[in-house]
């Protein structure tokens, strides 16, 4: 029997043209068991490698896709509708930079470390090993489909682990592509597979048998992903949704904070999980601002050829979301600054770039992430006040804060319930890849990137070593006769300044004693 022909196909769609561009197997569930099983067995050889050993792969990675990135960033345009551009600069640049950045420090960061043992554990040594925890399963979504993916199977691989590999659905193209990549890289079988499908796919990985979830999506699915997870105590990073603020005060370079508040709110047609869904102006720069926007607006061309600025959406459902969240706020008085009510969108995978004003602090645009090119604009008074309505949601991803007081940035930064905080700049913590990246709140839990973002693929192995030469310790039975002397050991440790003398006394007694033979 030909075993392709019961696998079901999915069709892969170039979301900016609304063509065919190729088909592609699904993985069928019946091989759930088979992929752990070949991971599970690839571990024991890729986890005996050196660091070194293993970083030569992800170096042969990294320059096989530095070779072929015009290609890369056709796939990823093709598939997704995102400019070639943003392809380039925000999809496969954070990738490769990643995998340089963990190439660099991974032999570091998961070196065996010594810490300081502590005075009452006289004479032995203690240190920490990171010990890869076995077949990770790495969940990604379609917005950055390379980076989102790329960046946690080589972190699990450089920290000896091996991974499974669930991409998105909508973005099957990029997928097939990654898995191409994988095997140019000449990584050995069963490192990294790739399996290809849906929810439904993703949801029988999640029942297996992995060691570790890295999950990148929404907050529906990332706590449906927990659920599971929880009961058989599999630990996860959950990389979630955002409803980014974006805070202009009236001191801020307000050109470039104009332009910033355009490309940090249209980028990937605002399908970013950092995207600034939510700008708040100082009451007194409120106008002049709104004003610099739309002008900043009139410049954009969208489009997905090489000089393009804003491209297409990518999922035909995330539209659904963005049109009821427009509908909803125009309904309840919002007013369309710039774009077009929802009733006036033209057929396909476009939007018109859209502003808002008079937008009310409960509407769904505010408080749930819109994931599409919608900008509403608040006006604020106080610093307190701003603080309280940037914090005054489920989510807490990243912000922004624009002002040229460093103080008063600083401060407002530290305010911020956010898993980052970008000044006088906005979603460029990301690029950094010796910051760790996570959400507070829904936004997600754990982090990733840093030597944080290696560590999470680890067990951290705590060891004390003694020499074994003496027979016996302090704390070891008989216990007879040692209380007092016990107190008098802990008091002359615990005060503010040490008499090393007595405690040296006070540890031979106490050794002596257990020595003892006979008790009196
Ligand atoms: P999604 O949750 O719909 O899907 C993400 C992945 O999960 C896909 O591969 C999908 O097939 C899989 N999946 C769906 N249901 C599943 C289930 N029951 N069990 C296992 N796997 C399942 O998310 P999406 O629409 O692909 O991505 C958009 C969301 O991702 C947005 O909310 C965005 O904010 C978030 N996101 C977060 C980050 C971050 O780093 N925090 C980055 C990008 C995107």
Redesign the pocket.
Known sequence: MNVHSTQKRLPMFSPATGKQIGEIEETPLSEVTTFYEKGRSAFQMWSALSISNRLHYLRTLKEYMALHMEEIAKTISDNTGKVLTEALVADIMPTLDGIEHICKHAEKGLKRKTVKTPLLLMGKKSFIEYMPRGVVLV??????PLQ?AMVPVVSALAAGNTVIL?????TPLVGKCMEELFAAAGLPDGVVQVAHG??EV??AF?EGTPDYIFF??????GK??QEVAAKKLIPTTL????KDPMIVFEDANLKRAAKGAVWAAFTNSGQV?MSAERLYVQKTVYHEFLQLVKKEMETLKQGIDENADVGSMT?PAQIQIVREQLVEALHRGAKLEAGLPPDQWKEGMFLPITVLSNVQHNMKVIQE?T?GPVLPIIPFEKEDEVISLANDTVYG?NASVWTKDVKKARHVASKLVSGAVVINDAIVTVANHGLPFG?AKN??IGRYHGAAGLRNFCHEKSIIEDNGRKNTEIQWYPYYGKYPLFLKLFKSYFKPRKDMIYFAKMYLQLLKKSTEKERK
């Not at 969940?139 to 950055?144: G, L």
């Not at 669930?166 to 909508?170: G, L, Q, V």
């Not at 990389?239 to 955002?242: A, D, F, Q, T």
């Open positions: 969940i990604s979504p379609w917005n950055y989102l669930k991409p998105s659905e909508i849906g929810k993703g949801a999640t990148t999506g929404s907050v529906r699915t449906i992903i990389e979630l949704g955002g999980c999922f992430e994931f991803l959400g936004s997600g």
